[in-house]
């Protein structure tokens, strides 16, 4: 009798899934060819969109000044996981598929071809996050921070300070607060401190603003400012008065609990002509600045005065030892002794400290130290009417430690810029190759390496600040020091005369012209130059930052020595007189953001001219044909952002351009526009 074999219903169903299952398998190796290229396609369309995207978020962050959405930035870390992901496995595919048998459909390496196939099949991972990425708008006003918070070192004395004006700042019976003290006791500084504390919670204000008043009070600069930062949009700065600036401002303020710090105030600020309303007990806002005369306080009817004093001598020597070092301290029995007296020759001032501090960091000879307590006790013996000048004889200790006459110079050069100004290192190095502090040996480029090394110097010696890499600033006091200096100085080299910001409206009337080897009078307001001054040593003149609109064509008759002439930022001036021919010794001109329509031809006097700046200009300038290339020893020329023409008879002007600039042998710096001499389709900057 046969036998039967039957199969129960329940086995079959597991027999069937089981297919299924290996089936579905399968499927990650018979298709792993296909999947991958399908991988590799989809990743490309990622890639694409990814950057379409990134592009569109520096677009927005970099030109309309907006932050990029949080899900835009989670969708694009995303999106580099995927794509980095699948980068590695496209690599690998080949290998893979040269596992593969029987036209794909079998594995010499099953294991291995069906855990990359589980891999690659992932593809859809990729088509769905390519389709979350279409935003229509990726980026978004930051709202307004309520407290911007400011960078600070770590301070040495000041806490009892802070904690009082805080104390008092925190108390509703007082709106304003005044910090006074003399230059360089740190009341910048604490006011830093101050505004870093709004930082922390809880805060109990709307927004808290900082100012720097500059010194001739610009109101239109501290509304704009105040603008600014509460997102008021002013337009170009001559659409609105300031009595318009001031309602805009106001409207704004009277809603919010605010405070305002305002640094560095040298006379009365008067807050309802800025838009500031009266901080008081009703509306519970504050209102700190800091000065340098406690009379400034009185006029600011301050509800309590706080003054800033120089360290106690524990402090003192605290700060003063942190900036020398323990190694230079320890580096002579006899050096801490010795460094204890010089710090008590500093008088408490933390500027003094820090600055004579850093400039000993590295002497470890017993005579250096001698040698600075002794002049130091020599300076400090006259006594100054002006408490500012007793800070003077102290920090000239840094100037003198200068390496040599050169970088003392470049130094006291720098304080023809008005105070608190930006100072642009390139053009700086301009002028100082103008005035011939930098020869290079006859190699331009080390000149100008020499200069940034200058500079370089100067801000590890603490004379100067660094704002960011490309510009500089001179401290106030710093800036008071060194121009002391070029006026009690006896030697004829530093005759400066220096009246930068103090809103006059024609020349000031000097004595003697001719003893004056260096003059300032930028930010001013002088509208008119008329008169013809007889100044022939005369080696640099800065009227920058004017009202010009005229100038005589006799004012530089007498100028013969002229090396540098500084008219940048005169926006009304259009064109230049013949007489500037008369600057046969000028090596140095500055036209940049002006209006000036043309360049005459008489400039061809200027043979010794080595730096040409005509970045910016407002108007198309006219530029003769072979007028450049007479300036045989032209070594900077700056045209960017510079609209000009050579000629009406002219196709191309960039051609006609360059084959100028080719007869200049010693050009080394030039900074232009060239579209069609280059067959270049955008501006191009050498």
Avoid at 40 to 69: G, N, P
Avoid at 549 to 568: H, R, T, Y
Avoid at 625 to 635: E, G, M, P, V, W
Wanted: hydrophobic fraction near 40%; glycine fraction near 6%.
């Amino acid at each position: 009798m046969g036998s039967n074999f039957s199969i129960p219903a329940s086995c079959d169903a597991v027999i069937t899934r089981c297919g299924d299952y290996v089936t579905g398998q399968a499927q990650f190796v018979c298709k792993l060819e296909e999947n991958v290229e399908a991988l590799k396609t989809a990743i490309a369309e990622l890639t694409a969109l990814r950057d379409d995207v990134i592009r569109r978020v520096e677009i927005a962050e970099d030109q309309q000044q907006l932050k990029r959405l949080h899900q835009v930035q989670c969708w694009l870390s995303r999106a580099e996981t995927l794509i980095t992901g699948a980068d590695s496995l496209t690599l690998k595919s080949p290998q893979e598929i040269k596992k593969l048998c029987m036209g794909g459909c079998c594995s010499m390496s099953p294991k291995s071809n069906l855990k990359f196939g589980k891999q690659i099949a992932k593809i859809r991972d990729v088509v769905d996050h390519k389709s979350k990425g279409v935003f229509d708008k990726v980026a978004e006003e930051e709202p307004t921070p309520l407290v911007t918070e400011r960078p600070t070192e770590h301070t040495v004395g000041l806490e009892s300070t802070f904690d009082r004006a805080w104390s008092i700042l925190e108390s509703e019976q007082v709106q304003i607060v005044g910090l006074y003290g003399m230059g360089g006791v740190g009341k910048t500084t604490l006011l830093n401190k101050i505004n870093n504390k709004f930082c922390e919670p809880p805060n109990r204000f709307d927004v808290v603003i900082w100012i720097v008043v500059p010194k001739g009070l610009y109101i239109g600069k501290v509304q704009d400012d105040i603008a600014k930062r509460v997102g008021i949009l002013m337009g170009t700065g001559q659409d609105k008065t300031p009595e318009e600036k001031a309602r805009n401002i106001f409207r704004v303020l009277k809603e919010k609990k605010f405070v305002i710090l305002l640094d560095d105030i040298w006379e009365r600020v008067d807050l309802s002509k800025v838009g500031i309303p009266l901080p008081t007990r009703e509306n519970g806002s504050k209102l700190v600045f800091t000065t340098r005369s406690i009379k400034v306080c009185g006029q600011m009817e301050a509800h309590k005065k706080i003054e800033v004093r120089c360290l106690p001598e524990e402090k003192a020597w605290e700060l003063f030892q942190e900036k020398v070092g323990e190694e230079t301290l320890d580096s002579n029995p006899c050096i801490r002794e010795l460094a204890h007296e010089l710090a008590k020759e500093c008088g408490g001032l933390p500027l003094a400290l820090v600055t004579i501090g850093r400039a000993m960091a590295s002497k470890n000879k017993v005579e250096e130290w001698k040698y600075a307590i002794e002049v130091c006790r020599r300076s400090s013996t006259t006594v100054f009417p002006d408490m500012g000048e007793e800070v003077y004889p102290l920090l000239k200790f840094s100037f003198d430690s200068l390496p040599n006459d050169m970088f003392r110079t470049c130094l006291l050069y720098c304080s023809l810029f008005s105070e608190d100004y930006q100072i642009d290192k390139d053009e700086l190095i301009d002028f100082w190759i103008g005035e011939g502090f930098l020869d290079g040996h006859g190699n331009q480029v080390y000149a100008r390496n020499q200069g940034h090394h200058i500079i370089g110097c100067l801000l590890q010696a603490c004379l100067l600040e660094e704002i960011d890499e490309l510009s500089i600033k001179m401290h106030d006091v710093i800036r008071d020091m060194s121009l002391w200096i070029a006026r009690k100085c006896e030697e004829e080299k530093w005759r400066f005369f220096v009246e930068a910001g103090y809103q006059l409206t024609k020349l000031p009337e000097v004595q003697n012209w001719g003893s004056i080897r260096r003059m300032s009078l930028m930010k001013n307001r002088i509208e008119n130059l008329v008169e013809a001054p007889n100044c022939p040593d005369l080696q640099t003149l800065f009227l920058n930052d004017n009202q010009l609109k005229v100038i005589n064509n006799d004012f530089f008759q007498f100028m013969c020595g002229l090396k540098v002439l500084n008219l940048s930022y005169n926006r009304d001036i259009e064109e230049l007189p013949v007489g500037i021919s008369k600057l046969v010794s000028l090596e140095c001109l500055d036209l940049s953001h002006t209006r000036i329509r043309q360049l005459p031809i008489e400039l061809k006097a200027l043979e010794k001219l080595k730096c040409l700046n005509l970045e910016s200009c407002e108007s198309t300038i006219r530029i003769p044909r072979q007028l450049i290339s007479t300036f045989s020893k032209l070594q900077v020329l700056r045209m960017f952002r510079c609209d000009y023409s050579l000629g009406q008879e002219v196709e191309d002007n960039s051609e006609c351009l360059v084959e100028e600039l080719k007869c200049l042998n010693h050009l080394n710096v030039l900074t232009v526009p060239i579209t069609s001499a280059l067959g270049l389709d955008r501006p191009f900057e050498y």
